[in-house]
């Protein structure tokens, strides 16, 4: 009898569609009411965005390979957030230089962590979990645990806004994962980044130029946590210097369920949007319980181990 095999991104999406339904089920939850099925499903997908553009670099220095990952990512969340909130400081002709600024500094986090770890040969969990507590230190002195500025409104209008009923949001995610698809997919970076990913020996041998590429890789990686941070005061209007310690692990963890292999040289940023969609859904859910934070944190934690076992199942049967 031939087994129906179901890709990560699938699983996940049925994973999500299935955490919906129960949280329907639930006494707060919407039951058969449509017109609020439809509200929490679509606020939902906007708070998934977030978590997504964040966990998009931790997809590509994951699929890069050699034990790639980024525990940075919270940390320039926040540094991006705290430079968007002072740069606009309520205008609007400040955003752009503010998305900018956010774009750059990212952009060098990442740069300087690839650097460290291809030229001083420092493992990416060393040397991103080391930048992190640099740039934490270096909030600490900018701000002095005061931050000082405010959201312009058109951050605002453009990220909440309903176009054709849907909230900018959700439009900007569609347009990102367009673009991170054809990123992956369709140039030669993406087909590079697949190629160290698998075997950089190969690679290297195939005439990639591997270096070049993994720095350039944790420098993109490091400028799309910068966007991250960019959207999400734009969306909460408010900033602290923690802003972006939610959104490290949820971030790896959503690469992982979305069926990335953490080992390198496969995976989607479709599957990483299907994660980021899970995860968003079970925070939900286990808010709606009203359970506690430490409850969370094991839920989370133990979803992640049962689909990468899952998934690491099927691709022995596959073998």
Do not use: C
């Not at 950089?200 to 991250?228: E, Q």
């Not at 734009?234 to 369920?257: E, M, Q």
Request: proline share 3%; net charge positive.
């Amino acid at each position: 009898m031939k087994r129906i095999a179901i890709s990560p991104p699938v699983a996940a999406v049925l994973l999500a569609i299935v955490l919906f339904v129960l949280s329907g089920l639930l006494p707060n939850g919407f039951g058969s009411d449509l017109g609020i099925a439809r509200a929490q499903a679509t606020n939902i997908l906007r708070l998934a965005v977030f978590l997504g553009v964040v966990a998009a670099g931790q997809t590509l220095v994951i699929i890069s390979g050699s034990e790639g990952i980024d525990l940075s990512a919270g940390a320039v969340v926040t540094l991006s957030a705290i430079i968007t909130y002072s740069i606009v400081n309520g205008r609007n002709a400040n955003v752009l230089p503010a998305l900018l600024a956010a774009l750059l500094v990212g952009a060098l986090i990442g740069l300087i962590n690839g650097l460290g770890i291809i030229f001083l040969t420092i493992s990416p969990l060393v040397m991103t979990l080391g930048m992190a507590g640099v740039v934490s230190g270096l909030i600490l002195i900018i701000t002095q645990g005061n931050v000082r500025g405010a959201i312009a409104p058109g951050m605002t209008q453009v990220i909440a806004r309903p176009v054709a009923g849907v909230p900018g949001a959700i439009w900007i995610w569609i347009v990102f994962g367009a673009l991170m698809w054809l990123l992956l997919q369709r140039t030669s970076f993406g087909k590079q980044l697949f190629a160290i990913g698998t075997n950089r020996i190969t690679a290297r041998l195939s005439g990639v130029n591997v270096t070049a590429m993994a720095i350039s890789t944790y420098a993109v990686a490091g400028m799309l946590a910068g966007l991250g941070g960019f959207l999400v005061v734009g969306n909460t209007g408010v900033v602290h210097i923690r802003i972006g310690d939610p959104f490290l692990f949820p971030s790896i963890a959503a690469v992982a369920v979305g069926g990335t292999l953490l080992t390198g040289g496969k995976g989607s940023y479709f599957g990483t949007m299907a994660g980021a969609l899970v995860l968003t859904l079970l925070t939900s859910l286990l808010t709606t319980m009203q359970m506690p934070e430490s409850v969370r944190r094991m839920v989370l934690g133990a979803t992640l181990l049962i689909m990468i076992s899952i998934y690491g199942r099927e691709r022995r049967l596959r073998q």
